[in-house]
């Protein structure tokens, strides 16, 4: 058995009745259930239709989001995220460059690193190294004036913690994000990387090793791992090439937003909601999430 289920984007709520029931009834599928009127429903399905592709670039057009998945299991015990670009709405080694003065050299590298264009160990040493000299109190001008949350990942990350759920924001960027991002959002945990300074300035190194896409793949198995869980029982949400690896273990994995030739390679694709869709894409309704 499958479920099918169609998003819209929380700001405009525009999901129809009309819209659903065509859908249902080109697909000769079950009863529809609203998890949240004009935003978020499903309806089960006793198999992959042969057009789902189709229909789902035909919703894409309409603004809409549409997944599929097998319905036993898709409530997940684990949350693993991604964080720039995915629970935040920037990217914080982007930020840092503007202060330094080489903004357009750092993200134009970080655009193809997280595209897969270009290695992310070797990336993320060539763009650190355009930091050296930086004074390590711009991280914390950066954090005040231009880091702001993505939409719903309060309520995801509470919601699925009040189920019992571990979380965990595992970041190819700096402990000195994560650390302040996690606690914003409520994570349980955060695993990222270092950057190195000396007498309170950047020296343009990172430590070693580089936490980039194989570290991602070690966290969601160890983190499972030590709750006598699988990776199957975890869902994972990223934007880059970083990511790729966990998404595509993950019992769940979603590239939300995701650049291009990401998405091209997860089947699960949120590319008009918020972070909430990962609830209702796991079956929650709007009555059951923890603001």
């Excluded at 229909?55 to 603004?63: F, I």
Aim: with cysteine; aromatic share 6%.
């Amino acid at each position: 058995m499958f479920t099918v289920t169609i998003l819209a984007a929380p700001a405009r709520a525009d999901l129809s009745q009309s819209r659903l029931e065509t859908l249902r009834q080109r697909w000769n599928a079950g009863h529809i259930i609203w998890l949240n009127p004009g935003i978020a429903a499903e309806f089960p399905l006793d198999a992959v239709p042969g057009d789902f592709w189709d229909v789902w670039q035909d919703l894409q057009d309409q603004g809409l989001d549409l997944a599929i998945q097998p319905t036993l299991g898709r409530r997940k015990a684990v949350l693993l995220a991604d964080m720039d670009s995915t629970m935040i709405q920037q990217e914080c080694i982007d930020e840092l460059a503007d202060f330094a003065g080489v903004g357009a050299r750092v993200s134009a590298i970080t655009a193809r690193a997280m595209n897969g264009e270009l290695n992310f160990h070797e990336a993320l040493v060539a763009r650190v190294g355009l930091l050296a000299g930086l004074s390590e109190s711009v991280v914390g001008e950066v954090l005040d004036s231009r880091i702001t949350l993505a939409p719903g990942g309060k309520t995801l990350v509470a919601t699925m913690r009040a189920q019992g759920a571990y979380t965990a924001l595992v970041s190819g960027g700096f402990t000195v994000f994560t650390g302040p991002v996690a606690a914003a959002l409520g994570f349980d945990e955060h695993r990222a990387n270092t950057l190195l300074a000396d007498d309170g300035v950047l020296t343009g190194h990172v430590a070693l090793p580089v936490l980039g896409r194989e570290a991602k793949i070690e966290a969601l198995q160890e983190i499972t791992l030590d709750r006598s869980l699988t990776p199957g029982d975890a869902i994972a949400v990223g934007d880059g090439a970083n990511d790729l690896g966990m998404l595509q273990l993950a019992g769940t994995g979603v590239a939300l937003h995701a650049k291009p030739a990401v998405a091209a390679q997860v089947d699960l694709r949120i590319n008009h909601g918020d972070l909430t869709a990962l609830l209702y894409l796991q079956g929650y309704g709007a009555d059951e999430f923890v603001e």
